[in-house]
C-alpha cells in the first residue's frame, strides 16, 4: 500500500482531474438518460456523441504528453500528435454552441431540465478543452520557453474558434480531412478569402471569450500554487 501511494503522489492532481472530467461525463450521460425516459425521446442524443469526441484531444494530449518525454521521438512524434490533437481540439468547445437548440423547446420536458442538460455537456466539454491545451502548453512551453506557450494559447484560441465555426455553421466535421482533405482545403481557401461579417464576429468573440476563460482557470491555478507555500509555513 505504501508503495502504490508513492507511485500515485506525484501525479495525484492530475489523477483527481481525471476522476472529476470522468465524474462530469458520466454526470451529463446520466442527466441524458433521465431526459429519454420522462420523454421517451431521443431528442439530444448529438450530445452524446459530441461528449466522446471532446475526450479524443485529451487522449491525444496525453499521448504527445508521453512521447515529448522520450527525447529520441520528440522530432516527429509531438509535430504529428500535435497536428492530429488541433484537428480534433475544437470538438471539445463546441458543445457550447448546442445551447442554440434550446431556442427550439421540445414537449413533454422543462425548459429548465434542458437548460441544465446542456449546460452539464457543455461545461464538461469545455474543461476537456481546457486540460488538454494545458497538456499541449506545457510540452512548448518546455521546448520552446513561456512566450512561445502563451504564443500557442492564442493560436489554438483563434484556430479552435475557426473550427467550431466550421463545425456549426458549414457543418463539416474532424474526419472530413481524413476523408476528403483536397476538397475542404480548397473550400476552407475559398472562404478564408471570403469571410462573412458573421464568421468574422463568431470566430472574435468565441476566441476572446474562450482565451479569457482559459487564462482566469490558469490564473487561479497560480493562485493556489502561491497560496501553497504560506499554508506549509503557517502549520506548526
Request: hydrophobic residues 55%; contains cysteine.
Given at each position: 500500500?505504501?508503495?502504490?501511494?508513492?507511485?500515485?503522489?506525484?501525479?495525484?492532481?492530475?489523477?483527481?482531474?481525471?476522476?472529476?472530467?470522468?465524474?462530469?461525463?458520466?454526470?451529463?450521460?446520466?442527466?441524458?438518460?433521465?431526459?429519454?425516459?420522462?420523454?421517451?425521446s431521443l431528442d439530444y442524443v448529438f450530445l452524446v456523441g459530441n461528449i466522446f469526441l471532446a475526450w479524443i484531444p485529451l487522449g491525444l494530449?496525453?499521448?504527445?504528453?508521453?512521447?515529448?518525454?522520450?527525447?529520441?521521438?520528440i522530432m516527429w512524434s509531438v509535430p504529428i500528435s500535435t497536428a492530429l490533437w488541433l484537428l480534433f481540439f475544437p470538438n471539445a468547445p463546441?458543445?457550447?454552441?448546442?445551447?442554440?437548440?434550446?431556442?427550439?423547446?421540445?414537449?413533454?420536458?422543462?425548459?429548465?431540465?434542458?437548460?441544465?442538460?446542456?449546460?452539464?455537456?457543455?461545461?464538461?466539454?469545455?474543461?476537456?478543452?481546457?486540460?488538454?491545451?494545458?497538456?499541449?502548453?506545457?510540452?512548448?512551453?518546455?521546448?520552446?520557453?513561456?512566450?512561445?506557450?502563451?504564443?500557442?494559447?492564442?493560436?489554438?484560441?483563434?484556430?479552435?474558434?475557426?473550427?467550431?465555426?466550421?463545425?456549426?455553421?458549414?457543418?463539416?466535421?474532424?474526419?472530413?480531412?481524413?476523408?476528403?482533405?483536397l476538397g475542404r482545403l480548397t473550400e476552407l481557401l475559398y472562404y478564408a478569402a471570403h469571410p462573412s461579417m458573421q464568421s468574422i464576429i463568431?470566430?472574435?468573440?468565441?476566441?476572446?471569450?474562450?482565451?479569457?476563460?482559459?487564462?482566469?482557470?490558469?490564473?487561479?491555478?497560480?493562485?493556489?500554487?502561491?497560496?501553497?507555500?504560506?499554508?506549509?509555513?503557517?502549520?506548526?
Amino acid at each position: 500500500m505504501k508503495k502504490l501511494y508513492e507511485h500515485v503522489q506525484p501525479v495525484k492532481f492530475r489523477l483527481t482531474v481525471f476522476a472529476l472530467l470522468c465524474g462530469a461525463t458520466l454526470l451529463s450521460l446520466l442527466l441524458f438518460r433521465v431526459r429519454t425516459l420522462l420523454s421517451d425521446s431521443l431528442d439530444y442524443v448529438f450530445l452524446v456523441g459530441n461528449i466522446f469526441l471532446a475526450w479524443i484531444p485529451l487522449g491525444l494530449a496525453h499521448t504527445a504528453t508521453a512521447f515529448a518525454w522520450k527525447r529520441r521521438y520528440i522530432m516527429w512524434s509531438v509535430p504529428i500528435s500535435t497536428a492530429l490533437w488541433l484537428l480534433f481540439f475544437p470538438n471539445a468547445p463546441y458543445i457550447l454552441t448546442d445551447l442554440q437548440h434550446l431556442g427550439h423547446p421540445k414537449p413533454g420536458i422543462p425548459v429548465w431540465f434542458d437548460v441544465l442538460l446542456i449546460i452539464w455537456f457543455a461545461w464538461t466539454g469545455l474543461l476537456l478543452g481546457m486540460v488538454s491545451l494545458f497538456l499541449m502548453q506545457d510540452i512548448v512551453r518546455r521546448e520552446f520557453g513561456g512566450i512561445a506557450g502563451w504564443v500557442f494559447v492564442f493560436a489554438v484560441g483563434f484556430l479552435g474558434s475557426l473550427g467550431i465555426y466550421i463545425g456549426r455553421f458549414l457543418r463539416w466535421n474532424s474526419w472530413d480531412m481524413f476523408f476528403n482533405p483536397l476538397g475542404r482545403l480548397t473550400e476552407l481557401l475559398y472562404y478564408a478569402a471570403h469571410p462573412s461579417m458573421q464568421s468574422i464576429i463568431f470566430i472574435g468573440v468565441f476566441s476572446t471569450f474562450f482565451i479569457f476563460f482559459y487564462v482566469t482557470i490558469y490564473a487561479f491555478g497560480l493562485l493556489l500554487h502561491e497560496q501553497a507555500p504560506k499554508t506549509s509555513q503557517e502549520t506548526p
